[in-house]
């Protein structure tokens, strides 16, 4: 018995022709130039809640430190008596934050997230260094100083006089930053728990300071 041929029958082709590549890559194309940007924002944004989070936990752990040293914080407190009163002159800033390592969860928090050309310690011992902080100290800073200026990114444009490792500050001065970390931007942290943000050159106006006192920073 004969069974009759069935006709062939055309088949749908799921395969991508040279025109579907070329339509998906110049989709994919322009879907990166519209986002990548925003996504860059973000990324920078998120860096600098999480470098405003770090200092305010520094700050935090400076006045909690003071609670149990008269109200002082490390860099008024002899050395005998746990702080670092005489390694202030040294210009190091590291040995003031090591005294603070029962106040800070970790030493992760040294370091700015958009730190780029740092990496963080991994403890406060041996690993601590000045090269592994993001932030510099005011050495005449004082707790309870509202607007008395505690720390701040680390970038700054002022410099230091020839023979000294500290910078001077007075009410003539203001602070400015390279781009290093948050491009011409930078946060300072004050004695009372604030910390916000300034572009260069503004924020002088808002750290008090009296006139013919001097502070000093250590920079690390």
């Not at 520094?58 to 006045?63: D, E, H, K, P, S």
């Not at 970390?181 to 011409?184: A, K, V």
């Given at each position: 018995m004969n069974?009759?041929a069935?006709s062939?029958q055309?088949?749908d082709?799921?395969?991508?022709?040279v025109?579907d590549l070329?339509?998906?890559i110049?989709?994919?194309?322009?879907?990166?130039v519209?986002?990548?940007?925003?996504?860059?924002?973000?990324?920078?944004?998120s860096?600098r809640?999480?470098?405003?989070?770090?200092?305010?936990q520094?700050?935090?752990?400076?006045?909690s430190?003071?609670?149990?040293?008269?109200?002082?914080?490390?860099?008024?407190?002899p050395?005998?008596?746990?702080?670092?009163?005489?390694?202030?002159?040294?210009?190091?800033?590291?040995p003031h934050?090591?005294?603070?390592?029962n106040?800070?969860?970790?030493?992760?928090?040294?370091?700015?997230p958009?730190d780029g050309?740092r990496?963080?310690?991994?403890?406060?011992t041996?690993?601590?260094?000045?090269?592994?902080?993001?932030?510099f100290?005011?050495?005449?800073a004082?707790?309870?100083?509202g607007?008395?200026?505690?720390?701040g990114d680390?970038?700054?444009?002022?410099k230091?006089?020839?023979?000294?490792?500290?910078?001077?500050?007075?009410k003539?001065?203001?602070?400015?930053?390279?781009?290093e970390?948050?491009?011409?931007k930078g946060?300072?942290?004050?004695?009372?728990?604030?910390?916000?943000s300034?572009?260069?050159?503004s924020a002088?106006?808002?750290?008090k300071?009296?006139?013919?006192?001097?502070?000093?920073?250590?920079?690390?």
């Open positions: 069974i009759p069935q062939a055309p088949k082709s799921c395969a991508f022709t025109v070329f339509i998906t110049t989709c994919v194309a322009l879907l990166a519209m986002f990548l940007p925003a996504l860059a924002r973000s990324k920078a944004r860096s809640i999480g470098c405003v989070t770090y200092m305010a520094i700050g935090l752990a400076f006045r430190w003071s609670l149990d040293n008269n109200d002082h914080f490390p860099m008024q407190v050395v005998a008596n746990g702080g670092t009163m005489e390694l202030v002159a040294s210009g190091a800033v590291y934050f090591q005294v603070l390592s106040e800070l969860s970790t030493p992760k928090i040294l370091l700015c958009n050309q990496s963080y310690s991994t403890n406060f041996v690993d601590l260094t000045d090269n592994k902080l993001s932030y100290l005011n050495m005449d004082m707790n309870g100083d607007a008395g200026l505690l720390s680390r970038n700054i444009t002022n230091s006089q020839v023979g000294v490792r500290l910078v001077s500050f007075t003539a001065d203001s602070i400015a930053w390279t781009k970390i948050h491009c011409e946060h300072l942290a004050f004695a009372d728990g604030r910390v916000a300034f572009g260069n050159g002088g106006a808002v750290i300071i009296d006139v013919g006192t001097t502070n000093w920073l250590a920079v690390p």
